[in-house]
């Protein structure tokens, strides 16, 4: 029922030399949410790990992970938990909770063993945690949300942060979800870099036959990923991270690293991408 993937840091001059499949090999994620599997990417940014679970009515446990040389998955790590699909229940601790689509759950270092069922589709994201921080549900109500773009500039967008330091505490564990206003098709323009933490992109809520035009690379150099629903995008410090869809979308945000202020960014402008 468990498969994970290790997936190794790129520098930015080998990152040129790649066609498109080395891209897509490198820096996207596919085949995450498969019916009573739970699948993880390990990775060497940040030591980042992110996958998929879909109980498909039954149970899947999260416990030892050989790549975390742990016995446990959070003896030494925190967790974010996004619901994307119907009615589900995680359990940890002797801890459950319900959890709708669209809901949040942070889990701290040493939580144990994770028990994820029902109807859910889980998304998960992982980073190494020096300290314990308590266990909390978000509710999409509960999260701080953050107005963007214009209509003009076809970016209208929510940020909805939950994991976040204006909602509450983590360890270096920062995620949230981007929801774009109907009609709107860029999901983050201008670009930016961040020297200080990576990213990773999860989009969803898309329709099978719709794509996301997923912008990276150095910003005098950029490349591209087609993306589909529920595949995810591996975005290193030196990249940018930017999209267009052919469809609605959206998608999950999640970094770690040495910073977890948002605005930490490194802005560029669209006339200097290359």
Not at 27 to 44: M, S
Not at 150 to 164: K, L, P, T
Request: hydrophobic share 40%.
């Amino acid at each position: 029922m468990l498969q994970v993937e290790t997936r190794h840091a790129v520098h930015p001059d080998q990152a040129r030399t790649m066609d498109t499949a080395a891209l897509r090999r490198h820096f996207l994620a596919e085949g995450l949410f498969q019916d009573g599997r739970l699948r993880l990417v390990y990775t060497h940014y940040d030591r980042f790990v992110l996958g998929g679970a879909v109980p498909a009515g039954g149970r899947l446990t999260l416990d030892h992970v050989p790549e975390t040389g742990t016995p446990g998955f959070l003896d030494r790590r925190e967790l974010g938990i996004v619901n994307l699909g119907g009615p589900g229940t995680v359990t940890a601790m002797g801890d459950s909770w319900a959890m709708a689509r669209g809901d949040v759950l942070y889990l701290g270092r040493g939580a144990g063993p994770v028990v994820l069922a029902g109807e859910g589709r889980f998304y998960l994201a992982s980073a190494p945690a020096h300290r314990t921080c308590p266990n909390r549900l978000i509710r999409p109500t509960e999260a701080n949300r953050v107005e963007l773009g214009s209509a003009e500039g076809a970016n209208r967008r929510a940020i909805m942060q939950f994991i976040h330091p204006l909602v509450m505490e983590s360890c270096q564990l920062v995620l949230g979800y981007t929801v774009l206003e109907p009609g709107s098709v860029w999901n983050t323009m201008p670009p930016h870099t961040h020297d200080r933490r990576m990213e990773a992109y999860l989009y969803w809520d898309m329709a099978p036959e719709d794509r996301v035009l997923h912008l990276m690379g150095p910003p005098d150099e950029t490349r591209h990923l087609f993306v589909a629903n529920e595949e995810a995008a591996l975005s290193p410090p030196w990249s940018i991270h930017a999209g267009a869809g052919t469809g609605r979308h959206g998608f999950v945000w999640a970094m770690a690293g040495d910073n977890t202020d948002f605005t930490d960014m490194d802005m560029v402008a669209p006339g200097d991408l290359r």
